[in-house]
């Protein structure tokens, strides 16, 4: 079974900046998550998909950061314009449903100058 | 709301000696439990997982762990350490009876293995 598949791996972009990520979740896992890792801490949840619909977007900065996965299948995340405080780890899960099945995909290093 | 503290962002053992990292979480409602390893550049790889049943949960790599809900805790074991083990454990909790599946994440301990 192939795994969760995130790109680009590393990005490094100055502050103002736009950037996106992607994001292939395991097939047939109707649920996708993107979390933030900032150096240090713990994975924090932004956004959880339904599908193609928003589940829970409440840590999401809305502002900056936007996030779409059409037809239910891959999924982009968007920062714009990009601070300072956005280096971290974005990482990607899917799941079969809710915690069953929860696969985590390498993650892409975004480093902000 | 649910939380989780891991006691010690940093351990260190010998190699060979007892693995012991600490898990406490605050639910209101039934949790399901995970322990998270995390190699350097590397993705989330889950260890082991308590939903319901047996409470002495059995994972990858020789580690397990044991929920216990009178101390509200789920502290991670591994009887004898190896380099390989070096890494940041993460603990995290989730809703049990609900199919969100967000999970909520301790902030890490870092597991060092001296030779």
């Known amino acids: 079974e192939a795994g969760v598949a995130q790109s680009p791996r590393y990005k490094i972009i100055e502050k103002r900046q736009s950037v996106a990520f992607w994001c292939n979740p395991i097939s047939g896992h109707a649920t996708l998550y993107w979390y933030q890792q900032i150096l240090g801490q713990g994975p924090k949840l932004l956004i959880q998909f339904q599908n193609n619909g928003v589940v829970d977007d409440s840590q999401l900065p809305k502002d900056r950061f936007s996030a779409e996965r059409l037809k239910g299948v891959d999924s982009t995340l968007k920062i714009q314009p990009a601070k300072l405080e956005d280096s971290a780890v974005y990482l990607c899960?899917?799941?079969?449903?809710?915690?069953?099945?929860?696969?985590f995909g390498s993650g892409t290093r975004l480093t902000v100058v | 709301a649910q939380s989780v503290t891991q006691l010690g962002s940093h351990v260190s053992v010998s190699e060979g000696a007892l693995v012991l990292l600490r898990c406490n979480y605050s639910s209101s409602v039934p949790p399901y439990l995970f322990w998270y390893v995390q190699y350097p550049n590397q993705g989330l790889q889950l260890l082991l997982k308590?939903?319901?049943?047996?409470?002495l949960v059995k994972g990858i790599n020789g580690f397990e762990a044991e929920f216990k809900k009178s101390e509200t805790s789920f502290h991670l074991t591994k009887p004898s350490a190896h380099m390989s083990d070096a890494a940041e454990y993460f603990c995290?909790?989730?809703?049990?009876?609900?199919?969100?599946?967000?999970?909520?994440f301790g902030q890490g301990t870092t597991l060092q293995v001296k030779p």
């Open positions: 899960a899917s799941s079969f449903q809710g915690p069953n099945g929860y696969t």
């Open positions: 995290a909790v989730t809703h049990g009876s609900s199919n969100t599946g967000k999970l909520i």
């Open positions: 308590y939903t319901t049943g047996a409470t």
